[in-house]
């Protein structure tokens, strides 16, 4: 198991996925770690209460509904544990290998524009428009950053 590669491999399938939140990235990276801690075993236990609180997940109900989504979603094979007394079992996909759903990078390249990778230029303009972002020189600036800054201003 190639640490970089699955990493790679996984964040690269998160430029196709539109359903996933930072919710969602949070307790999967949570779940990685201790798969990794686990020296990538097919199948691990987990603790809900450390998983949450290593995800910096609050709420029961949305560590549940993450869960349950990442698992409809191919991300990982979760078996929630039958009772309070039981502990629940997680198998992690494997990204960035010839036999897992990803591999490497899709341009090829480790540095990508997401922006531009993800949507056509018409795709990005139309949503920052209805984002309310603004734009620079005719190009889309989705962190309102400001290209024509004076610095010997103070700040």
């Known amino acids: 198991m190639n640490y970089i590669r699955h990493l790679r491999g996984f964040f690269d399938h998160l430029e196709t996925d539109s359903n996933i939140t930072s919710q969602h990235i949070s307790l999967y990276m949570a779940l990685f ?4 801690l686990n020296r990538f075993r097919d199948q691990f236990e987990i603790n809900r209460q450390d998983v949450m609180a290593m995800a ?4 029961k109900t949305t560590y549940s509904n993450c869960m349950k989504e ?4 191919g991300y990982i094979r979760y078996s929630p544990r039958a009772n309070r007394y039981q502990v629940s079992k997680v198998s992690c996909t494997r990204f960035g290998t ?7 990078t899709t341009s ?5 524009n997401y922006i531009n990778k993800k949507n056509s230029k018409e795709d990005s303009s139309q949503n920052l428009k209805r984002n309310g972002r603004k734009k620079q020189n005719g190009k889309a600036n989705p962190l309102h950053v400001e290209t024509d800054k004076d610095y010997s201003e103070p700040l």
């Open 56 to 59: 910096r997940i609050g709420s």
């Open 33 to 36: 770690n201790l798969w990794n």
């Open 98 to 104: 010839t036999t897992g759903t990803a591999t490497g």
């Open 70 to 73: 990442l698992n409809d979603w």
């Open 108 to 112: 090829g390249t480790p540095f990508i």
